[in-house]
């Protein structure tokens, strides 16, 4: 038997209009095992990088230039390794997301921007890379409801902090592909069938891949 199961799954997240962040006190971070880099546990990622984060070590408060946040994966990296026994937790606080499309398919596309260095004796092009960025195009089948009509996509996401999980279906390494993003734009089609409609989603900052255990 062949699934008919799409290989890949996304979704479109935005921070809860009712709850633009969510505290969070002594989360305790996972050790990557080298005890300098340590990551919160899946569920509690995805931290607000607008609000005040504090790092403790075994209760003590750490000087913020000892170490870097990664604030979409919930990570904490040290610039010297801590103790083997020594824990390690942070409070502030974290975005609360609620799913905001079903959609029908996407595509992702992650690009370099290449900085041309040829000169005029080359005989052929040559480049350097540059700053990378992604996009996501997907479809979804008009549908309005009393909360977020489709056609006002635009009005109703416009003040909101976007988020896309891009993940493979039944996946056996749980990678996901976890980012930050703006709505770019959105058209909308229809004929004899149903309307549907395409958006495009522009990255804001990495397209991180990430690991869950949902």
Request: charged share 20%; glycine share 6%; net charge negative.
């Amino acid at each position: 038997m062949t699934s008919a199961v799409s290989p890949q799954l996304f979704a479109l997240y935005m921070s809860d209009p009712d709850a633009v962040s969510t505290a969070m006190e002594d989360i305790v971070l996972v050790d990557s095992g080298d005890h300098t880099v340590y990551q919160a546990a899946w569920g509690y990622r995805n931290w607000d990088r607008g609000e005040t984060l504090t790092v403790d070590v075994d209760t003590v408060l750490e000087s913020s230039a000892n170490y870097t946040v990664d604030y979409l994966l919930g990570k904490i990296t040290f610039t010297e390794a801590n103790g083997a026994e020594e824990e390690v937790t942070v409070a502030g606080k974290r975005f609360a997301p609620v799913q905001v499309l079903a959609c029908t398919s996407s595509k992702i596309s992650v690009n370099n921007k290449l900085i041309d260095t040829s000169d005029m004796a080359s005989t052929w092009d040559e480049f350097i890379a540059g700053r990378a960025s992604w996009s996501i195009t997907t479809d979804l089948w008009w549908i309005c409801t009393e909360d977020a009509p489709t056609q006002d996509y635009f009005a109703y996401l416009a003040d909101k902090d976007l988020f896309v999980w891009w993940y493979p279906y039944n996946s056996t390494n749980k990678r996901v592909y976890v980012g930050q993003c703006i709505l770019e734009s959105q058209d909308v089609s229809g004929g004899e069938d149903a309307m549907k409609q395409s958006i495009t989603i522009r990255g804001d900052g990495q397209l991180a891949v990430d690991t869950y255990t949902a």
